[in-house]
Structure formats: C-alpha cells, structure tokens
C-alpha cells in the first residue's frame, strides 16, 4: 500500500510539475531568448559570413574563436539542433498535459444540458435585468421569442404556474477556442521536428555557367539533391545613378536525367522549388581568378546590332567602318577617385563595371576609352557608332540558400487552425439567457413582470449590450402594439 502510494505520489508530482505555468513561461522565454540569437546569426550560411558578421560585435581576432564556440553549442542550425528541438518537445508535453487536466471540467461545461431556473436564482446571475410591459403574458413571450431568435439564439419555454420561462444559448463550443490553439501550436512544433529531422538547409555559391548535384552544410558535408542545379546568369540591378542595389536575380535551370525539366528568374522573395527543395537567392560575388566572356553590342551608325562573346584581349570590329577595338582592361567597380581625380576601383564586386578598349580608326589616331555597363552612352564613338557593354559572364557566382522542409505545410495548416482558434477564443462567447414572464398581481392581472439574467464565459460587458438590445427590441413591439390598439 504504501509502495502504491508512493508511486501515486511521484506520478502526481511529475503531473503537477508538466502542467505548471511556470514550466510553460520558464520554456518559451528560453526559446525566445534562442530564437533572438538565431534570428541575428544566419543559419545554415557559409562560415565566412557568420564571422564577418561576428566581427562587428567582438572584433576581427576573437570572431573565429566565437564562431566555433557557436557553432559547437549548435547556433549556426540552432532550428535543428539536439537542444532547441528538445525545448519543443518539452514545451509540447507541457501543453498536452495542461490541456488534459483542464479539459474535463471545460468539457463537462459545454456537455451540461441548458435547464430553466427559478426567478429568484435569474436575479442572482451576473448579468441581470428587470422591467415591467403592460401587455399580456402571451403577447410578452410571444415577442421575446421573436427577439431571441433575430440574436441567432435557439430558444426554448418551459410553462410554470401563471408564468412562462423562456432560456436558450448560443456558441456552447466556444470553450474550446484555446484547445484549438493549443492544437495549433503543437502541430506547429510537429512540424518544426519533422522538418529538423527529415529536411535540411544548406548554401551552395553557383558561378554563372556551372551546375551542381550537392549543396553544402556548414560542417563541411555534402547533401545530395538528387538533381542538379544550373546558374544560367546572375545580375543586379541598381537604383539609377547610385550604387545601392535595387535587385537581385539568378536564372536556375533544373537538370535532371541529361535534361532541362525547369528554369526560373529567381529574386530574394521568388524562389525557385523542386520536388520539395527550395533555392533562395541569398548572395552574390565574384569567382577569384575567373576568366570570363565579355558580352558587347556592335552597331555601326544605321547599322543593325551584333552581339559578340569575347575574351580579355580579344580584338574586334565595328562592320563596315573598318574600327577596331581591342579589350585591354577591366574593372569591377570603376569610380574617380575624389582625392586624385583619377579613375580608380573601388570595389571588388561588379558594383560599376566596365571595360577599356583600344580604338584603332583609318587614317586617325587611335585611343582608349572605357565604357561603363550601368552607363551606355559612354560606348557612343564619333560617328555615331555604339559599343554597348552588356556583362562579363561566367566571372560571377550566384549564392543560394537550401532548404528542403517536410514539415512546412503542416505548419501552414497549423497556422490556419491557430487564426481560427484565436477569433473564437477572443471573439467569440459562451452565452446563457434566462427569461421568467410573470404577470405582477395574481390571477393574471396587472402588467407583465420581466426578469432577465445571463451569464458568460468572457466579453461581458458586449453581452450586457445584447442582452439590452434583445430587451429593447422586445419592448419596443410590445409598445407598439398596445399604441396601434
């Protein structure tokens, strides 16, 4: 006996302890606090990014050192680490466990069969009325009937002794608002497990022109998309005359069995999805030591435009005008320097690129003119004659995000469920009306007496107002009968 009680008493504890408040508030300030560093740190990036970002907050030296502390304790996939999913489950448990022990006696509320009180008990609940209509008794119920039924109420009459009780109620079910958002919110972690365990999220930087069948993680491993991915270009876009980035695309192609399945323009808020993995236009630079193709447009003064793919140091002509032009220098971001007043680069990505060529032209001394891609009309010759800049591919690299989660339609769903569960909960009421009809002097003499009492679970002061408004309503057709009369 004592062994059970025992047992008895630790379960209980152990109940006690899982249905606390306190777990349940000592919980999500954890995973709030965790979430505000996952938020700051970006997750699944590549390493260099989280320590150049580290290094504005404890310096160029100390950021590897913090990088590696983070990245051990399991903030740099803090969504998919050991710990946070386990403050899920816990936080989950702690629901479950509250709701049980709660839910029998909300139940048992919203089971419990709708019964008329006597008139002694209407005037003791906590939202009460009374007046008195000279009408008849008939005519009175007759009316407050009418008036129960335009508030959407299912109205029922019980017949005492010289009186008559009308009762009714309405959004019974409206106690289990806060259980569907419980539900909601342990779909949601449901979810977030579901895809910790079975999704990833990984970067894979793609240089214009290439493809890959992996994306990589930040341990260093390799996961296997079961397709390839293909850059076809990347640009930006910049806002007119300034160098602050107005867009960012990436044309993907999706490769499968040899062949081309799917291609997409992709930007920071269009994605590109396929067979459950999602690529994210993430970031962009330039490929170290890459030699790529410059893109120029040819068109001699009248002349129709001819687009050609050439290489550092290739030589081309204008048609018909016997120009030449040979491409003798680059610059990724080419700018006057305001100190010396020379041409200078000042970035490493193609922030302002443009290219220097050598014109050579009949019977004229040649020169060297650089023309700007983001600036065409510096490509304008004497004559009329336009060498457009058009880009220096294969020289840039396309930065992804990727993330393959099972679990995010059923979050999507738990959110439905959530947004409904919260109107119901903060919007919608339980709601209990008591009518007694009663004439004031025996014999059926006199004016009829009314009490009125209701009662609800939350929005009091919104049932007061209807339960004036059922009254009014009900008032007024009585007093306009007897004024027809």
Not at 36 to 44: A, F, N, R
Request: net charge positive.
């Amino acid at each position: 006996m004592e062994e059970e009680k025992k047992k008895e008493d630790v379960f209980e504890t152990v109940w006690k302890f899982l249905a606390s408040v306190k777990l349940a508030v000592a919980v999500f300030i954890i995973l709030a606090l965790s979430s505000i560093i996952g938020t700051i740190v970006e997750q699944q990036a590549e390493p260099a990014k989280n320590i150049a970002l580290l290094a504005k907050f404890f310096g160029d030296s100390a950021a590897p050192t913090v990088y590696n502390i983070f990245a051990k304790l399991g903030f740099m996939d803090m969504y998919r680490s050991w710990w946070f999913v386990s403050f899920l489950i816990i936080f989950s448990i702690n629901l479950i466990v509250c709701s049980l022990d709660r839910f029998p006696k909300t139940w048992k509320l919203v089971k419990m069969p709708l019964k008329p009180l006597a008139e002694n008990v209407i005037r003791t609940l906590p939202v009460k009325k009374e007046t008195k209509l000279k009408t008849t008794l008939n005519a009175a119920k007759d009316e407050f009937f009418n008036s129960l039924r335009s508030s959407k109420y299912q109205v029922l009459e019980s017949n005492e002794n010289n009186a008559v009780q009308l009762y009714c109620e309405k959004w019974r079910y409206a106690r289990l608002g806060v259980y569907v958002v419980h539900l909601s919110i342990i779909l949601i972690f449901l979810g977030a497990i579901i895809g910790a365990r079975f999704g990833f999220g990984g970067y894979l930087n793609l240089p214009e022109g290439e493809e890959s069948d992996v994306a990589f993680i930040t341990e260093g491993g390799k996961i296997p998309l079961g397709f390839s991915v293909k850059c076809n270009w990347y640009n930006t876009k910049y806002y007119e005359g300034i160098d602050t980035p107005q867009e960012f695309q990436s044309e993907l192609a999706i490769i499968e069995n040899g062949k081309e399945v799917l291609k997409k323009v992709i930007e920071v808020n269009s994605p590109l999805t396929y067979k459950g993995i999602t690529f994210y236009q993430s970031s962009y630079g330039m490929v170290p030591n890459a030699n790529g193709y410059f893109i120029l447009g040819i068109k001699p003064n009248g002349g129709q435009q001819n687009t050609l793919s050439l290489r550092f140091g290739d030589t081309f002509e204008i048609p018909g005008t016997g120009i030449t032009g040979t491409i003798v220098d680059f610059s990724p971001a080419l700018g006057r320097d305001p100190r010396t007043g020379e041409l200078a680069t000042y970035a490493e990505n193609m922030v302002n690129p443009a290219i220097a060529i050598q014109f050579n032209m009949p019977g004229q001394e040649g020169f060297k003119g650089w023309i700007f891609r983001r600036y065409p009309q510096t490509g304008i010759l004497p004559g009329g004659h336009e060498v457009k800049f058009d880009d220096y591919w294969g020289v840039e690299y396309t930065g992804l995000q990727v993330r393959k989660d099972p679990g995010v339609w059923l979050i999507y769903f738990a959110c439905i469920i959530m947004a409904i569960g919260l109107y119901v909960t903060f919007f919608i009421s339980h709601k209990k009306i008591w009518i007694h009809l009663a004439h004031e002097a025996p014999g059926g003499k006199g004016p009829v007496r009314i009490s009125i009492g209701g009662m609800t679970h939350r929005n009091r002061l919104a049932f007061e107002k209807e339960i004036e408004h059922i009254l009014a309503r009900a008032s007024h057709a009585i007093e306009g009968k007897h004024t027809k009369k």
